[in-house]
């Protein structure tokens, strides 16, 4: 769980809280429902994340204040567990993650021996949202495998098929070691700096990024104009 102080839209963001839990403890807790992790870190650069983090039972790894990227990040994080074989990334500002969606994700990439990155995605009900540049969409091959991510309305609807539903992108990404590694060697590519989309390194640098299909719609906290709708939506979770 990579988790940093300095959001440029909510600074602070992981120690804000939502439904009197801070929104790291939120995220935590989900993680800790998944069947399939054999550890949960969370990996920071500020230690008043840390301690957060050591006050509810976390594991946490300190690490540079340099990274421009969750991946970055977590390829620093697992520097000192030589054992691990795949890795999840489940981004500090996602409450709602789904536990089953991560389980999913962890069987599908260790069953395909060749697959360097997986990811998920979820058909967009509100076409309004194919505008909205804070939503990354992506598009796919006939095999599932990422051809593009974009913040921008993807793919342009000139017409409507009935069989095609657009597709938004959800911050939940998994890797083979050896390919994060491999993933962190790379300098940004154009694409990747133009969209602010990390994933795009990899598909410059001819990586495949599997993408597995889910009806979950659940949202992250992007800005504090978010936190009234989250704290309604966590509280639905509770009660039901």
Request: proline share 8%.
């Amino acid at each position: 769980i990579p988790a940093r102080w300095g959001s440029s839209r909510f600074p602070g963001k992981p120690l804000h809280h939502l439904a009197g839990k801070s929104l790291l403890r939120h995220v935590f807790e989900r993680a800790d429902k998944c069947e399939r992790l054999d550890l949960i870190l969370v990996a920071t650069d500020d230690v008043r994340i840390k301690e957060e983090a050591v006050s509810f039972g976390a594991e946490v790894v300190m690490t540079s204040s340099d990274h421009s990227t969750g991946t970055d990040r977590i390829a620093e994080a697992v520097l000192p567990h030589p054992e691990i074989t795949h890795v999840i990334n489940i981004q500090g500002d996602e409450p709602l993650v789904d536990p089953a969606l991560v389980d999913s994700l962890v069987t599908a990439l260790v069953a395909e021996p060749n697959l360097p990155m997986i990811t998920a995605a979820n058909p967009v009900t509100d076409l309004a949202q194919l505008d909205d540049p804070d939503i990354v969409k992506v598009v796919v091959d006939g095999k599932g495998n990422a051809l593009y991510f974009s913040r921008s309305p993807l793919p342009f609807l000139r017409t409507r098929p009935d069989a095609l539903a657009p597709l938004r992108h959800m911050g939940l990404y998994g890797y083979r070691r050896d390919f994060l590694e491999q993933f962190v060697s790379w300098p940004p590519g154009l694409l990747e700096q133009a969209e602010q989309l990390e994933q795009l390194r990899a598909l410059e640098n001819g990586a495949r990024i599997r993408v597995v299909l889910t009806e979950d719609h659940s949202i992250g906290l992007d800005t504090p104009e978010q936190v009234p709708q989250l704290e309604a939506l966590l509280a639905a979770c509770n009660t039901s």
